[in-house]
Structure formats: C-alpha cells, structure tokens
C-alpha cells in the first residue's frame, strides 16, 4: 500500500502538470493560428488514443481475469473492418458493439 503523503503529492502533482500542459495550448497560445504542422499532427490524436483505450480491453479483458476471449475479438476485428469500409465511427461502433453483445450472449 502507497504512504497517504506520497498519494497526495502524485495526486497533487500530476492535477497540475495536467493543468500546466493545458494551459500551454488554451492559455499561452488559444487566441493565435497554429502553424500548418502543428494541426496536421493533432489531427491523429484520436487514432493514437483510442487503440491505447482499447486495446487492453480486447487483449487483456478483465471480465475475463485477463484471458482472450472470441466476442471481444471478433468485435474489434468487425469494428475495424467496419470504420475502414464506411469511414463512420459512429457507424463503425455501433456494428461493433451490436458484435460484442451478440457475442457474448451467443458464447453464453
């Protein structure tokens, strides 16, 4: 177990360097164009933190203590499929979360 000092102070810090590296872009430089390069590179900040979220949950399901299971499998293969067919992610969650749920009823 980690000491109640030591929790606040990792607490405390990361609270404000989460609040310093927002600030940075809404504070320092929110009222100024961004340089083309800039917007080009956060244009794929979704497609960098959405795989991070979900991958451990596809690979690592805690639902299942951390075994690999065939409806979370095929969700996400159908999921991927989907979004690069349509190139919705509406669309493409919604036919993966319909997936899932049949999935796991069908597996029991």
């Given at each position: 177990?980690?000491?109640q000092?030591?929790?606040w102070?990792?607490?405390?810090g990361?609270?404000?360097g989460?609040?310093?590296?927002?600030?940075?872009?809404?504070?320092i430089?929110?009222?100024?164009?961004?340089?083309p390069?800039i917007?080009?590179?956060l244009?794929y900040?979704a497609?960098?933190?959405?795989?991070?979220l979900v991958?451990?949950?596809?690979?690592?399901?805690?639902?299942?203590?951390?075994e690999l299971?065939a409806?979370r499998?095929?969700a996400?293969?159908?999921?991927i499929?989907?979004?690069l067919?349509?190139?919705?992610?509406?669309?493409a969650?919604?036919?993966?979360?319909v997936t899932l749920?049949?999935g796991?009823y069908?597996?029991?």
């Open positions: 177990m980690i000491d000092t030591t929790l102070i990792v607490i405390v990361l609270g404000v989460s609040y310093l590296f927002r600030f940075g872009f809404i504070g430089i929110g009222d100024r164009n961004l340089p390069w917007l080009r590179h244009r900040t497609v960098a933190v959405l795989p991070g991958a451990p949950l596809v690979l690592w399901p805690p639902a299942t203590g951390g299971d409806p499998l095929v996400a293969v159908v999921t499929i989907v979004g067919k349509t190139r919705n992610p509406l669309v969650i919604g036919f993966g979360a749920y049949g796991l069908l597996a029991g």
